[in-house]
Protein backbone atom coordinates (compact mmCIF):
# COMPACT_ATOMS: atom_id res chain seq x y z
CA UNK A 1 0.00 0.00 0.00
CA UNK A 2 1.79 3.31 -0.86
CA UNK A 3 1.62 6.14 2.00
CA UNK A 4 0.39 9.08 1.70
CA UNK A 5 2.57 12.30 1.76
CA UNK A 6 1.59 13.15 5.47
CA UNK A 7 2.13 9.52 6.22
CA UNK A 8 5.81 9.92 4.47
CA UNK A 9 7.10 13.04 6.58
CA UNK A 10 5.37 11.25 9.87
CA UNK A 11 7.71 8.16 9.24
CA UNK A 12 10.52 10.50 8.46
CA UNK A 13 10.11 12.89 11.71
CA UNK A 14 9.70 9.47 13.24
CA UNK A 15 13.21 8.05 12.35
CA UNK A 16 15.20 10.98 12.73
CA UNK A 17 13.50 11.96 16.22
CA UNK A 18 14.58 7.97 17.35
CA UNK A 19 18.35 8.99 16.23
CA UNK A 20 17.73 12.05 18.24
CA UNK A 21 16.46 10.50 21.53
CA UNK A 22 19.40 7.69 21.39
CA UNK A 23 21.94 9.96 20.88
CA UNK A 24 20.72 12.60 23.64
CA UNK A 25 20.22 9.47 25.96
CA UNK A 26 23.84 8.54 25.49
CA UNK A 27 25.19 11.81 25.99
CA UNK A 28 23.13 12.88 28.30
CA UNK A 29 22.25 16.30 25.99
CA UNK A 30 20.25 18.27 28.20
CA UNK A 31 20.10 22.37 28.39
CA UNK A 32 18.79 22.78 31.43
CA UNK A 33 21.97 20.57 32.12
CA UNK A 34 24.57 22.74 30.09
CA UNK A 35 23.25 26.07 32.11
CA UNK A 36 23.60 24.25 35.74
CA UNK A 37 27.19 23.40 34.88
CA UNK A 38 28.04 26.59 33.77
CA UNK A 39 26.28 28.42 36.81
CA UNK A 40 27.41 26.09 39.29
CA UNK A 41 30.15 24.64 38.46
CA UNK A 42 31.83 26.70 35.24
CA UNK A 43 31.53 23.91 33.05
CA UNK A 44 30.78 25.09 30.02
CA UNK A 45 31.10 21.78 27.46
CA UNK A 46 27.88 20.80 27.49
CA UNK A 47 26.46 24.43 26.76
CA UNK A 48 29.27 24.47 23.77
CA UNK A 49 27.52 21.47 22.65
CA UNK A 50 23.88 23.14 23.01
CA UNK A 51 25.77 25.80 21.06
CA UNK A 52 27.59 23.62 18.18
CA UNK A 53 24.09 22.28 17.74
CA UNK A 54 22.52 25.92 16.76
CA UNK A 55 25.71 26.37 14.41
CA UNK A 56 25.57 23.33 12.42
CA UNK A 57 21.86 24.26 11.95
CA UNK A 58 22.42 27.33 11.03
CA UNK A 59 24.67 26.33 8.49
CA UNK A 60 22.88 23.49 7.32
CA UNK A 61 19.65 24.76 6.69
CA UNK A 62 20.84 28.16 5.29
CA UNK A 63 23.02 25.90 3.02
CA UNK A 64 19.76 24.15 1.96
CA UNK A 65 18.47 27.14 1.37
CA UNK A 66 20.80 28.83 -0.39
CA UNK A 67 21.16 26.02 -2.77
CA UNK A 68 17.46 26.61 -3.68
CA UNK A 69 15.82 23.27 -1.64
CA UNK A 70 13.24 25.56 0.27
CA UNK A 71 12.42 28.52 1.81
CA UNK A 72 12.81 28.97 5.01
CA UNK A 73 10.81 32.27 4.99
CA UNK A 74 7.68 29.88 5.00
CA UNK A 75 8.58 28.60 8.41
CA UNK A 76 6.45 30.27 11.07
CA UNK A 77 9.63 31.78 12.50
CA UNK A 78 9.88 34.37 9.81
CA UNK A 79 6.37 36.18 9.99
CA UNK A 80 6.72 40.09 9.81
CA UNK A 81 4.31 39.55 13.14
CA UNK A 82 6.90 39.72 15.98
CA UNK A 83 5.46 38.91 19.32
CA UNK A 84 8.35 40.32 21.32
CA UNK A 85 6.81 39.99 24.93
CA UNK A 86 5.85 35.93 23.90
CA UNK A 87 8.97 35.50 23.44
CA UNK A 88 10.65 37.67 26.19
CA UNK A 89 7.57 36.07 28.44
CA UNK A 90 7.36 32.71 27.38
CA UNK A 91 11.14 32.53 27.32
CA UNK A 92 12.05 33.32 30.77
CA UNK A 93 8.81 31.15 31.93
CA UNK A 94 10.13 28.18 30.07
CA UNK A 95 13.76 28.47 31.46
CA UNK A 96 11.79 28.14 35.16
CA UNK A 97 10.04 25.71 34.48
CA UNK A 98 12.99 23.74 32.96
CA UNK A 99 14.81 23.88 35.58
CA UNK A 100 12.00 23.42 38.05
CA UNK A 101 11.24 20.28 36.26
CA UNK A 102 14.54 18.80 35.73
CA UNK A 103 14.66 19.10 32.06
CA UNK A 104 13.62 21.38 28.95
CA UNK A 105 10.94 19.45 26.78
CA UNK A 106 13.67 17.21 24.62
CA UNK A 107 15.16 16.25 27.79
CA UNK A 108 11.64 15.09 29.22
CA UNK A 109 11.26 12.93 26.35
CA UNK A 110 14.51 11.07 26.87
CA UNK A 111 13.82 10.48 30.20
CA UNK A 112 10.94 9.36 29.55
CA UNK A 113 11.82 6.64 27.16
CA UNK A 114 14.60 5.89 29.62
CA UNK A 115 11.85 4.78 32.36
CA UNK A 116 11.69 8.23 34.59
CA UNK A 117 7.98 8.78 35.84
CA UNK A 118 8.55 12.20 36.89
CA UNK A 119 9.44 12.95 33.40
CA UNK A 120 6.16 11.41 32.53
CA UNK A 121 4.27 13.63 34.93
CA UNK A 122 6.20 16.80 33.68
CA UNK A 123 5.38 15.91 30.14
CA UNK A 124 1.90 15.23 30.84
CA UNK A 125 1.49 18.52 32.56
CA UNK A 126 3.36 20.06 29.70
CA UNK A 127 0.91 18.33 27.25
CA UNK A 128 -2.21 19.82 28.75
CA UNK A 129 -1.07 23.08 29.35
CA UNK A 130 0.15 23.58 25.90
CA UNK A 131 -3.03 22.45 24.07
CA UNK A 132 -4.78 24.55 26.78
CA UNK A 133 -2.89 27.76 25.94
CA UNK A 134 -3.28 26.55 22.13
CA UNK A 135 -7.06 25.88 21.85
CA UNK A 136 -8.36 25.93 25.36
CA UNK A 137 -9.01 28.03 28.11
CA UNK A 138 -5.41 29.61 28.48
CA UNK A 139 -5.75 30.80 24.53
CA UNK A 140 -7.86 33.71 26.04
CA UNK A 141 -4.78 34.65 27.23
CA UNK A 142 -2.40 34.24 24.78
CA UNK A 143 -4.43 36.06 21.94
CA UNK A 144 -6.39 38.64 24.31
CA UNK A 145 -3.23 39.73 26.38
CA UNK A 146 0.36 38.21 25.08
CA UNK A 147 -0.48 38.65 21.33
CA UNK A 148 -2.37 42.25 21.20
CA UNK A 149 1.39 43.39 22.02
CA UNK A 150 2.51 41.80 18.20
CA UNK A 151 4.33 44.35 15.99
CA UNK A 152 3.30 44.41 12.25
CA UNK A 153 6.92 44.88 11.01
CA UNK A 154 5.18 45.81 7.70
CA UNK A 155 4.56 49.12 8.95
CA UNK A 156 8.13 49.27 9.40
CA UNK A 157 9.04 48.49 5.77
CA UNK A 158 10.37 44.71 6.95
CA UNK A 159 8.78 41.83 5.34
CA UNK A 160 9.76 39.58 8.06
CA UNK A 161 11.64 39.35 11.12
CA UNK A 162 15.26 37.82 9.81
CA UNK A 163 18.15 39.47 10.47
CA UNK A 164 18.98 39.65 6.57
CA UNK A 165 15.75 42.03 6.82
CA UNK A 166 16.68 44.24 9.29
CA UNK A 167 20.34 44.11 8.13
CA UNK A 168 18.96 45.16 4.57
CA UNK A 169 16.66 48.29 6.29
CA UNK A 170 19.32 49.79 8.13
CA UNK A 171 22.17 49.73 5.33
CA UNK A 172 19.76 50.37 2.19
CA UNK A 173 21.63 46.83 0.93
CA UNK A 174 18.49 45.85 -0.99
CA UNK A 175 20.53 41.88 -2.10
CA UNK A 176 18.41 40.14 0.27
CA UNK A 177 19.85 36.79 -0.40
CA UNK A 178 23.73 37.66 -0.32
CA UNK A 179 22.80 39.49 3.10
CA UNK A 180 21.32 35.96 4.42
CA UNK A 181 24.38 34.22 2.93
CA UNK A 182 26.78 36.10 4.65
CA UNK A 183 24.91 36.41 8.06
CA UNK A 184 24.37 32.57 8.05
CA UNK A 185 28.16 32.09 7.58
CA UNK A 186 29.29 34.86 10.41
CA UNK A 187 26.50 33.82 12.61
CA UNK A 188 26.53 30.15 11.94
CA UNK A 189 30.75 29.49 12.40
CA UNK A 190 30.20 32.27 15.16
CA UNK A 191 28.49 29.37 17.35
CA UNK A 192 30.63 26.36 15.89
CA UNK A 193 34.09 28.50 16.56
CA UNK A 194 32.95 28.82 20.34
CA UNK A 195 32.27 25.51 20.42
CA UNK A 196 35.79 24.08 19.41
CA UNK A 197 37.48 26.95 21.21
CA UNK A 198 37.58 25.16 24.72
CA UNK A 199 40.19 22.08 24.67
CA UNK A 200 38.27 19.83 26.52
CA UNK A 201 35.11 20.53 24.48
CA UNK A 202 37.52 18.92 21.56
CA UNK A 203 38.32 15.97 23.88
CA UNK A 204 34.43 15.13 24.83
CA UNK A 205 32.97 13.04 22.19
CA UNK A 206 30.04 12.71 23.48
CA UNK A 207 29.32 16.45 23.51
CA UNK A 208 30.55 16.39 20.16
CA UNK A 209 28.22 13.81 18.80
CA UNK A 210 25.39 15.54 20.39
CA UNK A 211 26.20 19.17 19.15
CA UNK A 212 26.42 17.67 15.46
CA UNK A 213 23.62 14.89 15.60
CA UNK A 214 21.15 17.70 17.26
CA UNK A 215 21.93 20.22 14.69
CA UNK A 216 21.69 17.59 11.71
CA UNK A 217 18.54 16.23 12.94
CA UNK A 218 16.90 19.90 12.95
CA UNK A 219 18.50 20.29 9.26
CA UNK A 220 16.81 16.91 7.93
CA UNK A 221 13.44 17.80 9.82
CA UNK A 222 13.71 21.38 7.71
CA UNK A 223 14.47 19.04 4.46
CA UNK A 224 11.88 16.01 5.35
CA UNK A 225 9.05 18.98 5.22
CA UNK A 226 10.11 21.20 3.00
CA UNK A 227 11.42 18.55 0.48
CA UNK A 228 10.46 15.15 0.97
CA UNK A 229 6.93 15.71 2.23
CA UNK A 230 6.44 18.80 -0.67
CA UNK A 231 3.32 18.19 -2.96
CA UNK A 232 1.02 20.89 -4.32
CA UNK A 233 -2.08 18.75 -3.80
CA UNK A 234 -1.03 16.89 -0.39
CA UNK A 235 1.10 19.66 1.24
CA UNK A 236 2.37 19.47 4.84
CA UNK A 237 3.49 21.92 7.31
CA UNK A 238 6.85 23.42 7.00
CA UNK A 239 8.51 22.49 9.94
CA UNK A 240 11.50 21.17 12.05
CA UNK A 241 11.88 19.86 15.33
CA UNK A 242 10.15 21.27 18.63
CA UNK A 243 8.84 19.60 21.59
CA UNK A 244 6.07 21.52 23.36
CA UNK A 245 3.34 22.40 21.48
CA UNK A 246 3.99 18.70 19.68
CA UNK A 247 3.82 16.89 23.09
CA UNK A 248 -0.03 18.47 23.24
CA UNK A 249 -0.93 17.40 19.75
CA UNK A 250 0.37 13.93 20.70
CA UNK A 251 -2.31 13.99 23.69
CA UNK A 252 -5.05 15.06 21.77
CA UNK A 253 -4.26 12.57 19.19
CA UNK A 254 -3.61 9.65 21.38
CA UNK A 255 -7.56 10.74 22.98
CA UNK A 256 -9.19 11.06 19.34
CA UNK A 257 -6.96 8.32 17.37
CA UNK A 258 -9.95 7.64 14.89
CA UNK A 259 -10.43 11.08 14.19
CA UNK A 260 -6.70 12.31 14.04
CA UNK A 261 -4.15 12.33 11.54
CA UNK A 262 -0.60 12.30 12.46
CA UNK A 263 1.57 14.71 11.72
CA UNK A 264 5.80 15.43 11.52
CA UNK A 265 5.47 16.70 14.83
CA UNK A 266 3.73 13.94 16.69
CA UNK A 267 5.60 11.21 15.33
CA UNK A 268 8.94 12.96 16.37
CA UNK A 269 7.47 12.92 20.17
CA UNK A 270 7.25 9.15 19.70
CA UNK A 271 10.39 8.91 17.92
CA UNK A 272 12.07 10.81 20.60
CA UNK A 273 10.86 8.55 23.61
CA UNK A 274 11.16 5.29 21.62
CA UNK A 275 15.01 6.14 20.54
CA UNK A 276 15.87 6.61 24.11
CA UNK A 277 13.62 3.78 25.43
CA UNK A 278 16.01 1.40 22.93
CA UNK A 279 18.91 3.44 23.90
CA UNK A 280 18.54 2.58 27.94
CA UNK A 281 17.19 -1.06 27.17
CA UNK A 282 20.48 -1.98 25.03
CA UNK A 283 22.73 0.02 27.36
CA UNK A 284 21.18 -1.39 30.59
CA UNK A 285 20.35 2.04 31.87
CA UNK A 286 16.66 1.33 32.18
CA UNK A 287 15.38 2.29 35.38
CA UNK A 288 11.96 3.21 36.76
CA UNK A 289 12.48 6.15 38.97
CA UNK A 290 9.78 8.13 40.92
CA UNK A 291 9.29 11.37 43.37
CA UNK A 292 11.08 11.44 46.10
CA UNK A 293 8.45 13.51 48.30
CA UNK A 294 5.76 15.55 47.83
CA UNK A 295 7.77 18.91 46.96
CA UNK A 296 9.62 16.79 44.52
CA UNK A 297 6.00 16.62 42.86
CA UNK A 298 4.66 19.78 43.27
CA UNK A 299 8.10 21.31 42.00
CA UNK A 300 7.90 18.96 38.74
CA UNK A 301 4.03 19.65 38.12
CA UNK A 302 5.01 23.55 38.58
CA UNK A 303 7.78 23.01 36.43
CA UNK A 304 5.55 21.39 33.41
CA UNK A 305 2.87 23.93 33.60
CA UNK A 306 5.66 26.95 33.17
CA UNK A 307 7.25 25.21 30.20
CA UNK A 308 3.46 24.07 27.97
CA UNK A 309 2.20 28.06 28.54
CA UNK A 310 5.77 29.72 27.67
CA UNK A 311 6.82 27.38 25.17
CA UNK A 312 3.66 28.14 23.06
CA UNK A 313 3.46 31.82 23.75
CA UNK A 314 7.22 32.33 22.98
CA UNK A 315 6.47 29.44 19.86
CA UNK A 316 9.18 27.07 20.97
CA UNK A 317 11.95 25.63 23.26
CA UNK A 318 15.39 24.88 23.48
CA UNK A 319 15.23 22.91 20.58
CA UNK A 320 11.92 24.63 18.98
CA UNK A 321 13.23 27.86 19.27
CA UNK A 322 17.23 27.83 20.40
CA UNK A 323 17.89 25.12 17.60
CA UNK A 324 15.15 25.18 14.88
CA UNK A 325 14.43 28.57 15.34
CA UNK A 326 17.60 30.04 15.15
CA UNK A 327 18.27 28.38 12.58
CA UNK A 328 16.13 30.32 10.20
CA UNK A 329 18.21 33.60 11.46
CA UNK A 330 14.92 34.98 13.02
CA UNK A 331 14.90 37.53 15.38
CA UNK A 332 12.53 36.02 17.86
CA UNK A 333 14.38 32.88 18.54
CA UNK A 334 17.56 34.83 19.87
CA UNK A 335 15.62 36.70 22.42
CA UNK A 336 13.87 33.34 23.45
CA UNK A 337 17.22 31.88 23.62
CA UNK A 338 18.66 34.72 25.90
CA UNK A 339 15.56 34.41 28.06
CA UNK A 340 15.60 31.07 28.63
CA UNK A 341 19.34 30.71 29.89
CA UNK A 342 18.55 34.13 31.99
CA UNK A 343 15.53 32.28 33.66
CA UNK A 344 17.03 28.95 34.21
CA UNK A 345 20.22 30.62 35.52
CA UNK A 346 18.20 32.80 38.36
CA UNK A 347 16.10 30.17 39.12
CA UNK A 348 19.14 28.47 39.95
CA UNK A 349 20.90 30.97 41.86
CA UNK A 350 17.42 32.08 43.80
CA UNK A 351 17.42 28.52 45.00
CA UNK A 352 20.81 28.01 46.06
CA UNK A 353 20.63 31.46 48.23
CA UNK A 354 16.55 29.79 49.67
CA UNK A 355 18.95 27.18 51.34
CA UNK A 356 20.75 29.80 53.13
CA UNK A 357 17.42 30.21 54.64
CA UNK A 358 16.76 33.75 53.26
CA UNK A 359 13.37 35.05 52.25
CA UNK A 360 12.12 34.80 48.73
CA UNK A 361 12.97 37.96 48.04
CA UNK A 362 16.68 38.16 49.79
CA UNK A 363 17.11 35.19 47.41
CA UNK A 364 15.95 37.03 44.36
CA UNK A 365 18.14 40.26 45.15
CA UNK A 366 21.47 38.07 45.68
CA UNK A 367 20.50 35.80 42.93
CA UNK A 368 19.64 39.09 40.82
CA UNK A 369 23.05 40.58 42.07
CA UNK A 370 24.99 37.35 40.66
CA UNK A 371 23.77 37.77 37.36
CA UNK A 372 24.55 41.13 37.28
CA UNK A 373 21.26 42.59 36.73
CA UNK A 374 20.97 44.18 40.16
CA UNK A 375 24.23 46.15 41.96
CA UNK A 376 25.81 44.05 45.40
CA UNK A 377 25.12 45.24 48.73
CA UNK A 378 27.26 43.73 50.61
CA UNK A 379 25.19 42.37 53.17
CA UNK A 380 21.91 40.19 53.26
CA UNK A 381 18.52 42.31 52.26
CA UNK A 382 16.25 42.30 55.08
CA UNK A 383 13.09 42.31 53.28
CA UNK A 384 11.24 39.12 52.79
CA UNK A 385 12.56 37.55 55.49
Not at 109 to 135: C, D, E, F, H
Not at 152 to 165: C, E, K
Not at 188 to 217: K, Q, W, Y
Not at 221 to 248: L, Q
Amino acid sequence: MELENIHVVALGGFLVAVVFGAVANKTNFCTMGAVSDWVNMGDKRRLRAWFLAIGVAIVGAQTLQAIGYFDLGESIYLTPNFGWLGHLLGGLLFGIGMTLGSGCGQRTLVRVGAGNLKSLVVMLMLGITAYMTLRGLLALLRVNVIELTNVDLTSYALQAQGMADVIAAVSGFVNIKLISVVTAAIVGLAFVIFAFASADFRRSFDNLLAGFVVGLCVVAGWYITGVVGFDEFEPVRFESYTFVAPVGNNLQYLMTFTGSTIGFGIAAVFGVIVGSFVYALCSGNFRIETFTSRGDMIRHIIGGVLMGFGGVIALGCTIGQAVTGMSTLAIGPVITLVTIIFGSALTMKVEYYLLDNRGFLNALHAALADLRVLPRTGKKVTVGR
